[in-house]
Each structure stands twice: as C-alpha cells, then as structure tokens.
C-alpha cells in the first residue's frame, strides 16, 4: 500500500536572532530570507517550500517577537502573531545557548492557546555542551506541551533532517500546494532588494540600525545580463551621508556585495544601480509602511 501524501504550513516563530531566517534557508537549500547579527532583520512572512516524494512543507519565516517601538515594530509583531493561527505546526525557534527570556514565555503561552501541534526547536546546539542540554529542554518542557522537542544546529545543517521528519509526522493527508520545483513564492524584486538590505545591515553596523528601506525601482531582463535599478531610502539626511560614504565607497561596497548574491540568485551576470534618498520617520507611517509592501 502506498503512503499518502501529506501537505501543510509551518510558522517558525521565536524572539529576534535565534536563527529563525539561517534555518530557512537551509531548508530550502538557497538563501531566501536575509540574515544579520542584529534583531529584527526579518521584517515581513517569507515563504519557503520544501517538497518530497511524500510530503511538501510551506514554511513561513516570520519576524522576531519584540517589544515595537514604532508601527513598524508593531506591524512586525503582528505579523508574527497571527501566523501562528494560520498554521498546521508552528516551529518555535530558541536560542540553546541563553536562558529562557520572558519573551519567550509569553510566546509559549501564545501557543497554547492556538491549539497548533508546536515542536521546540533548540538552535546552534553546536555551541552548547551536550549536558547543559537536559536541564534547559526540560525548563522548555515546563511551558508547554511539545509535539516534538528537536535539537538542531541551522548553520551546520546537524538535526534539520530528524526536524523535517517531526514536522511531517504532524501535517495530514492534502494535496501539493506548489510546483515540485518551487522554493519560495517570493518574487526576485522582493529578494533582490532584502539582499541589498542584509549588506547595508552588515556593512553600516549600529550606525544605520535599522531605518533603511529598499525600492526597486525597475528591473530588465536581457539576454545576458539583469539591469536592476534601486532606490535605498533612510530617516536623517545624516544617514544618508553614512550610507554613501567617503567618496561614494561605502554605497559602492554594498553594490559590489548585493551584486554577487543576486548574481547567484539569478544565475546570470546583473548590473546594480543604486540612489540613496531621505524620508522622515518613515517607519512611523502607514502610508510608507505599505508603500514598501509591509502590509498583512
């Protein structure tokens, strides 16, 4: 008798820099959400599909869970909430190397009341030793009641199988949502400007925190090369001087960086315009918020 195909969603929900984006990633084998060292890289859901013989699993990478200190910190927060109901399992991601936060208790409790089959995902197990392993999964334990409780290095790649194996034995019988071929439904623009973003959040370190937003602003197919024409807005005129840098340097550095991983994303050679303009506040906007596609 042949084993029916299973089908469903996963949320990967956690508190900012746990490794929620590096894990998505590896599942899909390629980079499809950014990743920085700094919180609330993830800014908006980010689709990943992972399909077998046997079952397909869409994951929704969400933002960190934080305390918002703008609209857009609270429409991130939001985002992240609601993903969870919507969801067949939810994938909650933690740091194995930090205590439990009170954050993170307030998102079990979440959990709980959503009645989603949850498993615990202890991330960059590889550098934690192995007995200080039991006594934290068992404080985890303590707030809730995991379908699974998986231990799993995201950067190395140890324990994504027996994760995927977890996940699957928690989705029912359905039907392929996507093509087999299909790693995410996130169109190359969206991508291309969060690949400019993650070497802006690298490059400029806490100087341009996190006041930046990417607009591409036109993109060409040719035969042999992709024109893409972006334009890269911040808060503060003396952001802007930052971003630009010293004779141009900075801007360039980012271009050349941006350029490599969208050339590798497209398979092919990409020529990278970029401007860099000033809007106020803008993370305080609604009108600006939705303008550059963060919205439900």
């Given at each position: 008798m042949?084993?029916k195909?299973k089908s469903?969603?996963?949320?990967?929900?956690?508190?900012p820099?746990?490794?929620?984006?590096?894990?998505?990633?590896?599942?899909?084998?390629?980079?499809?959400?950014i990743?920085?060292?700094?919180?609330q890289?993830?800014?908006?859901?980010?689709?990943?599909?992972?399909?077998?013989?046997?079952?397909q699993?869409?994951f929704?990478?969400?933002?960190?869970?934080?305390?918002p200190?703008?609209?857009l910190?609270?429409?991130?927060?939001?985002?992240?909430?609601e993903?969870?109901?919507?969801?067949?399992?939810?994938l909650?991601?933690?740091?194995?190397?930090?205590?439990?936060?009170?954050m993170e208790?307030?998102?079990?409790?979440?959990?709980?009341k959503?009645?989603?089959?949850?498993?615990?995902?202890?991330?960059?197990?590889?550098?934690?030793?192995?007995?200080?392993?039991?006594?934290?999964i068992?404080?985890?334990?303590?707030?809730?009641n995991?379908?699974?409780?998986?231990?799993v290095?995201?950067?190395?790649?140890?324990?994504?199988?027996?994760?995927?194996e977890?996940?699957?034995?928690?989705?029912?019988?359905?039907p392929?949502f996507y093509y087999?071929?299909?790693?995410t439904?996130q169109?190359?623009?969206?991508?291309?400007?969060?690949?400019?973003?993650?070497?802006?959040?690298?490059?400029?370190?806490?100087?341009?925190?996190h006041?930046?937003?990417?607009?591409?602003?036109k993109?060409?197919?040719?035969?042999?090369i992709t024109?893409?024409?972006?334009t890269?807005?911040c808060?503060?005129?003396?952001?802007?001087?930052?971003?630009?840098g010293?004779?141009?340097?900075?801007?360039?550095?980012?271009g050349?960086?941006?350029?490599?991983?969208i050339?590798?994303?497209?398979d092919k050679?990409?020529?990278?315009?970029l401007?860099v303009?000033v809007?106020?506040?803008?993370?305080?906007?609604?009108?600006?918020?939705?303008?550059?596609?963060?919205?439900?």
């Open positions: 042949s084993k195909f469903g969603f996963a949320a990967i929900i956690g508190m820099n746990v490794g929620k984006s590096t894990l998505l990633n590896t599942v899909a084998g390629q980079k499809i959400a990743i920085s060292s700094k919180p890289t993830t800014r908006n859901k980010i689709l990943a599909i992972y399909t077998t013989k046997e079952c699993i869409v929704t990478d969400t933002p960190g869970i934080h305390k200190h703008n609209k910190g609270e429409f991130m927060v939001k985002v992240a909430n993903s969870m109901n919507e969801m067949d399992v939810v909650f991601v933690v740091d194995a190397t930090r205590p439990i936060a009170d208790r307030e998102i079990a409790s979440n959990i709980g959503t009645g989603v089959p949850a498993i615990l995902v202890l991330n960059k197990v590889d550098a934690v030793r192995k007995d200080a392993l039991l006594p934290l068992a404080d985890y334990s303590n707030l809730h995991f379908a699974a409780i998986v231990p290095s995201a950067k190395t790649g140890d324990g994504v199988d027996l994760l995927l977890e996940i699957e034995a928690n989705l029912h019988e359905g392929k087999d071929d299909m790693v439904d169109p190359e623009k969206q991508i291309a400007a969060e690949i400019i973003r993650e070497k802006m959040l690298w490059q400029l370190d806490k100087e341009v925190p006041g930046i937003a990417i607009e591409i602003d993109m060409q197919e040719k035969e042999n024109n893409i024409f972006a890269i807005y808060e503060k005129a003396s952001h802007k001087g930052i971003i630009i010293k004779n141009g340097e900075m801007l360039k550095k980012i050349q960086l941006a350029r490599k991983d050339e590798q994303m497209l050679k990409v020529y990278l315009e401007w303009k809007r106020n506040d803008w993370r305080n906007s609604d009108r600006m918020i939705k303008n550059f596609g963060y919205e439900a």
